[in-house]
């Protein structure tokens, strides 16, 4: 099983200067794209907690390439979230981290 984990910098500073609602409206559908990236690479979302998601890769099914679906899917996520990033949408910027 690979567990992955995913939170976006920055975002806690820049909510705790929002209203909830406005928190709530942002995040609802940063949830319908994790999870619809997440289950598209064969992922289960666990939980969300804030801007953060655990997904478990490998249950309840597992496959012998659990551990790179789970990086397709997190590379899926960063590149969405760095399109969104720094835009009008209301999400802070995301620096570019090469490797």
Do not use: C, N
Request: charged letters at 25%; proline letters at 6%; zero cysteines.
């Amino acid at each position: 099983m690979t567990v992955l984990f995913a939170d976006v910098v920055g975002f806690t500073s820049r909510a705790e200067q929002m209203d909830p609602e406005d928190v709530r409206a942002l995040l609802s559908p940063f949830y319908a794209r994790l999870r619809a990236e997440l289950e598209r690479f064969g992922g289960t979302v666990e939980k969300f907690i804030g801007d953060a998601v655990m997904a478990l890769f490998g249950a309840p099914s597992a496959h012998e390439d659990d551990p790179e679906r789970a990086v397709l899917a997190a590379l899926a996520i960063r590149d969405w979230v760095r399109g969104k990033s720094g835009s009008r949408s209301g999400w802070p910027s995301i620096p570019g981290r090469r490797s």
